[in-house]
């Protein structure tokens, strides 16, 4: 039987496509739901210690709202890392950061915000999501 | 029983943020506990409600304040 559990595979960089993560993990958590997040690309970047409120915006929407990052931090709206660390702390979430990635771009766990568990295998994120019953590519 | 009412004042906090507070204060409450979330997020009328019943807390109801709902819950295990 599928286990109650979401997994992601967060390969987007910008921020409006960052922000439904955080959401999604949070909402999976309140319905007692386990997340298993794997950063890759321009997802493990956003996750680079300070870089979230930094990304850039989805180029099509990005004149409808501006520095969505200011407008955030200004309404004290939670970005993905806190969202995150919420999530960690009321639920079952692991989050672990693509290796090959890491190697690409010389980044090493201490560059990553804490929330970052470890570095995997795209391998062994792929056996995971298959116990789960959503696997999301964002 | 706790008589006395828990508030939680999630208003500004937006979905699923006065959710994730009320789960927050849940943990550490005691059983009997009433827990009133105050929101004006207009997910959280409809969410909290479905988290009580999957969680095995008992949902009091939900009272609309004008610009913001008040939802009660008791926490029962």
Redesign the interface.
Known sequence: MDKERISMIVFSGEMDKLLPVG?LA??A????QEVRIFLTFWGLMALRKGAFFQMPVSPSFAPMVGDLGKTLQE????GLVDQLR??K??GDVEIVACGMTMDLFGLKLEDLEDIVDRVAGVGEFIETAKEGHTTLFI | MADNIMVIDAR?S????P??EL??AI?SAEIGQVIAVLSNDSGSKK?IP??AG??GQEFIGVEAHGEYDEITVRKVR
Do not use: H, Q, Y
């Not at chain 1, 958590?29 to 007692?32: K, L, R, S, T, Y």
């Not at chain 1, 309404?75 to 939670?78: A, L």
């Not at chain 2, 937006?14 to 943020?17: E, V």
């Open positions: 959401i949070s909402g958590i309140a319905m007692g309404k004290k709206i939670p919420t999530a702390e009321l | 500004g937006f979905c699923p943020g959710l994730m789960i927050r943990k969410d479905l988290w999957k969680a």
